[in-house]
């Protein structure tokens, strides 16, 4: 019986898509592009065949139709890949001990002191084969002594593979790899390191940390320690949180719509915020009234899957402005966003809307360098929420 952590890292193979491929057949084989079908749309996923063309996700369509002008482009449906993605998480966490969804297609088990009475590596085949029986999409596995280096292995392994780096060979298998394969190390760090000569896992492993320490900071020696095979973070408990919202009652009962709405705006960018920091998306949002005289109504939309301020803040009036039509004073307004699905930023990136995208990006980054008030606009500036 082994005393390491097990932890188990399984990804979906090109899932979004994958589902595609399951509906329609003829994609088989085919160099298969999801995005934004526009020159201004961004690749949200595309299939091995068309990344033999330098086609990746995040790209501009443009550029992946110039790679790969024969590619089958999709707009794509995040319904559809949602309900993939809720389906397999379901199969997933019925039969672990502890689980942890990192994004829409992907999950972290962890299987530590379970050897005792099953292999490891054959439960976690045993699970892979179930998967893809059960919901008719390809998925691999890479086990190993943390999140790290199982999330390496299943990437070497990939497509439809599984991979097993215990213990004794961790840096073995670490060395030979170029530092690009390292989760989280970005284009600006690699190309910092190259150029110092640093492009082996095997040569950033032997760098002194106090020299690490220099040259990126904490981040530095993070990064340090995955190349020697080293991450103590833990996998963290699946939960999936159904809404998010807020709701101001007022100091004085009020009429003054130009306020509310400029309330309402406040209230969506703040939640909004929160929404996309879980990296989640809202495919509902539902506005709440109540009259001075303590009547409540409350009306929903149901959306496209987004996080973006311009649509939930322009669903949010819509909605008030439907509502409200009793001209009576209100008491209380609040938003709520639900019908909320797990995944990362590139999950709607197929939207025609990049610039809006690019937008959001760089105002969130200000919010976490300097606080969610940092910025906003100018008309919510006096909101206080």
Not at 48 to 68: P, T
Not at 84 to 89: F, K, L, M, R, Y
Not at 100 to 118: L, N, V
Not at 165 to 194: C, H, M, W, Y
Request: net charge positive; proline share 3%.
């Amino acid at each position: 019986m082994s005393t390491e952590k097990q932890i188990i890292h399984m990804d979906q193979d090109a899932f979004f898509v994958s589902v595609e491929v399951k509906k329609d057949a003829s994609l088989i084989g085919k160099p298969v592009i999801i995005g934004g079908t526009s020159d201004r749309g961004v690749v949200a996923s595309c299939s091995y065949e068309a990344r033999k063309f330098g086609v990746h996700s995040a790209m501009s369509s443009r550029m992946a139709k110039m790679l790969c002008p024969h590619a089958v482009f999709i707009r794509g449906n995040m319904d559809e890949y949602s309900k993939a993605s809720h389906e397999i998480t379901n199969i997933l966490k019925d039969r672990v001990p502890l689980i942890e969804k990192a994004s829409i297609d992907e999950h972290y088990i962890d299987m530590t002191g379970m050897d005792r009475f099953h292999s490891t590596e054959k439960y976690a085949h045993e699970l892979r084969t179930l998967v893809i029986k059960e919901t008719g999409l390809p998925i691999s596995f890479g086990l190993s002594i943390n999140k790290t280096v199982s999330k390496m292995a299943t990437n070497e392994c990939k497509p439809n593979g599984e991979l097993n780096v215990a213990q004794p060979g961790v840096r073995d298998f670490l060395n030979p790899l170029s530092i690009r394969k390292i989760p989280g190390l970005g284009e600006k760090t690699f190309i910092k390191l190259s150029d110092m000569g640093i492009k082996k896992i095997y040569t950033l492993s032997q760098i002194h940390p106090e020299q690490m320490n220099f040259l990126l900071g904490k981040s530095g020696l993070s990064l340090l320690q995955k190349a020697q095979g080293i991450d103590n973070s833990p996998v963290i408990p699946y939960s999936e949180q159904k809404s998010i919202g807020t709701q101001c009652t007022f100091h004085a009962d009020s009429i003054d719509i130009e306020m509310i709405n400029n309330l309402l705006v406040a209230q969506v960018m703040d939640i909004a915020f929160q929404l996309r920091e879980k990296k989640k998306l809202t495919a509902c949002v539902t506005v709440t009234i109540r009259y001075a005289n303590f009547e409540t109504e409350t009306k929903q939309m149901a959306i496209g899957y987004t996080s973006l301020d311009s649509v939930l803040i322009a669903t949010a009036k819509d909605l008030f402005k439907k509502m409200y039509n009793r001209r009576m004073l209100l008491r209380l307004v609040g938003v709520r966003l639900s019908n909320l699905v797990t995944g990362f930023e590139q999950i709607d990136l197929y939207s025609e809307s990049q610039e809006q995208y690019s937008l959001v990006q760089a105002l969130d980054k200000i919010r976490r360098r300097f606080g969610s008030d940092a910025v906003t606009r100018a008309a919510v500036m006096d909101i206080k929420l």
